[in-house]
């Protein structure tokens, strides 16, 4: 079946770094992929969707100059974290679609603490 | 949420019975997904309901959908203590392009 591997599970930064998450999907080629943050005890909250090839769009509320999307392929996307603060603490997880509007396969999830 | 609410939001059973969780979304959809998803963990696809299809079980699972209602139901028959973790419906927005947009979820815990 479809595989998400994301990367790294657990990740603890300095206020100010920059931190950087990888979605991978493994066995098929993921035209779009999600990524979600989710506060404990909470919902996943969309941030902002990635198509190969073209530039992010993030929800709205979700500052894309915070939250740096790749796409550069159709197997890879990243996240990265600019500049955090504690209040990105959070759990942050990826999905892939092969674009087909059929199920979706989430990676593990990231927890980020930025101390 | 950003799409929409489920009731309860924590549920908490003895093993054998079953659990019934529901949902409610906003807008128009193409389909709507449940998921599951263990403490700390990534989530797991349990099941899909198309627009226009109004029951569909898998296993001891059964999903209705009341697109006039914008509502649905998961239903977990003969629960078992591995059945603890919280449930989430998610619908994929019909218009503009495709999102999965989640529900606040249930917490379910199963008692043995």
């Known amino acids: 079946g479809a595989v998400v591997s994301q990367h790294p599970s657990r990740v603890i930064c300095k206020s100010g770094t920059s931190v950087k998450i990888e979605c991978r999907s493994l066995d098929f080629q993921a035209t779009t992929m999600f990524w979600y943050r989710q506060f404990p005890k909470q919902s996943l909250m969309l941030m902002a969707t990635?198509?190969?090839?073209?530039?992010?769009?993030?929800e709205q509320g979700v500052e894309k100059d915070k939250f740096l999307i790749n796409h550069a392929s159709l197997t890879l996307s990243t996240l990265t974290v600019t500049s955090a603060h504690p209040e990105d603490s959070s759990f942050y997880i990826c999905?892939?679609?092969?674009?087909?509007?059929?199920?979706?396969?989430f990676g593990s999830g990231t927890r980020l603490t930025v101390v | 949420s950003q799409q929409g609410e489920e009731d309860p939001q924590a549920l908490s059973i003895q093993e054998g019975e079953n659990a019934t969780m529901n949902c409610s979304y906003k807008?128009?959809?193409?389909?709507l997904q449940w998921y599951r998803q263990n403490s700390g963990r990534g989530l797991v696809h349990l099941i899909l309901i198309r627009s226009n299809e109004r029951e569909k079980h898998s296993g001891r699972l059964r999903v209705t959908l009341d697109t006039s209602k914008k509502s649905s139901s998961l239903l977990i028959t003969a629960s078992r203590a591995a059945d603890t973790a919280s449930y989430f419906c998610?619908?994929?927005?019909?218009?503009?392009?495709?999102?999965?947009?989640f529900g606040a979820g249930t917490r379910l815990a199963v008692h043995p």
């Open positions: 990635s198509n190969e090839g073209s530039k992010a769009t993030y």
């Open positions: 999905s892939a679609s092969t674009g087909n509007n059929y199920g979706y396969t």
């Open positions: 998610a619908t994929l927005f019909s218009g503009g392009y495709n999102k999965l947009i």
């Open positions: 807008t128009s959809i193409n389909n």
